[in-house]
């Protein structure tokens, strides 16, 4: 089991890993090419036997805003103050390795040497105790209620302060 840098090279399999992992969540290759090439340092790709086997993306954000579904960015806001972790997804093969642990370490450690005082993402699939387990808490956010329905009744923003 490897994470390792995604390269444009491994947009394809993320495109099929996201179909199979977050079928209510539809997103287009685009995307995945924009949020690569904006912020390259935070796209991780997962091997297993030399298989494709999942992918994280984040990316610096806004806190108390939150990027659409299956949207452009255009561009990273620039006096971001949260590291927005924007997908994470493992094939079935994956689940329950530390895969998903692996990971989450590595991206909030990035995020502290990058400076930055918390990481963020929007909980969804029964995601919560997970989240919980890596000490992100839910954010009551009233403003950013109808974003986070468009995502799916369930979903919860949550953060976790990195220091």
Do not use: C
Not at 70 to 94: C, I, K, M, R, S
């Amino acid at each position: 089991m490897h994470w390792r840098a995604m390269t444009t090279l491994d947009l394809p399999a993320v495109e099929t890993i996201a179909a199979a992992v977050h079928p209510a969540f539809p997103e287009d290759l685009a995307v995945f090419v924009e949020r690569l090439a904006l912020y390259p340092e935070g796209a991780r790709f997962l091997e297993m036997n030399g298989q494709p086997a999942g992918y994280a993306v984040a990316h610096p954000w806004r806190d108390g805003t939150l990027p659409n579904l299956n949207a452009l960015l255009g561009a990273l806001p620039e006096a971001a103050d949260t590291f927005y972790l924007h997908d994470l997804a493992l094939v079935n093969g994956a689940r329950g390795t530390g895969a998903a642990a692996m990971i989450v370490g590595e991206m909030l450690r990035h995020a502290r040497l990058a400076g930055f005082g918390q990481m963020s993402l929007v909980a969804v699939n029964g995601s919560l105790p997970f989240w919980y387990k890596h000490g992100f808490r839910a954010v009551v956010a009233p403003a950013l209620a109808d974003k986070l329905e468009s995502y799916e009744p369930a979903a919860r923003l949550m953060s976790r302060s990195l220091g």
